[in-house]
């Protein structure tokens, strides 16, 4: 088998990468990356010298290299990772947003058709459903669920998510869909909020929490996500779409205090911040046709995990300390002032 995993120096790409070289030691793994502010190739070090994986850098916008490196690859599986991911952005700049995730998954999509890929599977997301409202505990976003976005970033996802099923229905291409809940864990971009709140609490900064805190995730250890992506890739069928997450709601201001009480940092460190615009209130994931399709079952828990992480950036610092006093510092005032 090759597979070409696309974004994978990115946060989730980068596990998945790891993920497949150790679980599938028979296949071969090639990933595509633009290494844009969010792509770091140290990330990929640890499988650099692995002679099942390489690397090559090149936009998935670039049809003439994209073209190329299926042709001489002739791929077995793709796995379209690739993306501008952060909400935050889309609301500053949305252009980009459109260009790669729109975009830059027909190119994937068209070279995929010509050299006859027997399976392309869409990395999306729970926020193609919208928010749920904070009164309805008992409501979940089902695979049935209308497609209702919020921000650029979501309306991204989600038109790509159209044009992947129109592909499938139109051309035949053989695809699948996950779209799953919010992710945590090592190698993610100091600007989301788990990483973003353990570095700056581990500098004994302030932490910006959103309008109140009160907005709920549903959080999922990324290995769990890793899992559930392989197992559709060799058992999902054609056509559908899996929804991914296990159950783990938290509000964000939850979150930010398990990682204080965690770091034995005070709570005098949180600073509330003016509320992000159209901010979606609750995403809350029912993954029970992946758990019953295909036996998947999250294996980290909330509490566990984010120890897990937490030890991860304590062992990790020059990892995420390179990041931050780079171009992102500049992206980090502009965003939440000079606190
Ligand atoms: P990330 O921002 O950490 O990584 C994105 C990667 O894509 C980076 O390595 C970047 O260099 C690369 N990239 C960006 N534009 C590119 C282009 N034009 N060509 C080639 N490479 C390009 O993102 P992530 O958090 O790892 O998310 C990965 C995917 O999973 C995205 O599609 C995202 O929508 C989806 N997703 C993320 C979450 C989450 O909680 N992080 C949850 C559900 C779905």
Same mark, same amino acid.
């Given at each position: ?6 974004? %994978? /120096? ?7 990468? @790891? ?21 770091n190739l140290s990330t ?18 670039? #049809? ?16 379209? @990772? /690739? ?5 935050? *952005? ?28 027997? #399976?392309f599977h869409q990395v ?15 409501? @979940? ?6 497609? +209702? ?18 592909? +499938? =229905? ?8 996950? =779209? ?7 190698? +993610? ?10 570095? #700056? ?11 109140? %805190?009160?907005?709920? *995730? ?9 899992? /559930? ?9 054609? %056509? ?6 296990? +159950? ?27 509320? *992000?615009?159209?901010?979606?209130? =609750? ?26 992480t937490i030890k991860w $950036? ?17 992206? $980090? ?7």
């Amino acid at each position: 088998m090759n597979i070409l995993v696309t974004g %994978g /120096a990115g946060f989730i790409g980068s596990n998945f990468v @790891f993920h497949m070289l150790k679980e599938h030691p028979t296949y071969r793994v090639v990933c595509l990356d633009a290494l844009t502010y969010a792509g770091n190739l140290s990330t990929l070090e640890p499988v650099m010298e692995n002679g099942n994986f390489k690397f090559v850098k090149g936009d998935i916008t670039d #049809r003439e290299l994209v073209e190329k490196l299926f042709k001489e690859e002739k791929f077995d599986f793709v796995v379209n @990772f /690739a993306a501008e991911s952060h909400v935050d *952005r889309s609301i500053e700049d949305p252009g980009i947003f459109l260009k790669t995730n729109i975009l830059g998954t027909q190119v994937l999509m068209d070279a995929s058709r010509k050299y006859g890929v027997k #399976r392309f599977h869409q990395v999306s997301t729970d926020e193609v459903y919208g928010d749920l409202p904070l009164d309805r505990p008992d409501l @979940f976003f089902t695979e049935e669920t209308p497609i +209702h976005t919020s921000s650029p970033y979501s309306a991204s996802k989600a038109s790509a998510d159209l044009l992947v099923q129109a592909y +499938h =229905r139109t051309f035949g291409l053989p695809i699948t869909i996950s =779209r799953c809940s919010n992710n945590y864990g090592p190698y +993610h971009f100091p600007e989301k909020l788990i990483p973003l709140m353990i570095s #700056r609490a581990l500098n004994d900064e302030n932490l910006p929490v959103y309008g109140k %805190g009160e907005n709920v *995730r549903d959080w999922l250890y990324v290995g769990d996500h890793c899992t /559930a992506i392989d197992l559709i890739l060799h058992k999902g069928k054609e %056509g559908e779409v899996y929804n991914i997450g296990g +159950h783990n709601e938290k509000t964000n201001l939850d979150v930010v205090k398990a990682i204080l009480n965690e770091l034995e940092k005070p709570e005098s460190l949180i600073t509330y911040v003016k509320d *992000r615009a159209g901010h979606d209130m =609750r995403y809350a994931i029912d993954p029970s046709k992946t758990r019953k399709e295909l036996g998947w079952e999250p294996t980290t828990l909330f509490d566990e995990g984010i120890k897990e992480t937490i030890k991860w $950036y304590l062992d990790n610092r020059s990892w995420w300390e390179n990041i931050i006093s780079g171009d992102y510092k500049d992206y $980090y005032v502009k965003m939440y002032g000079d606190r």
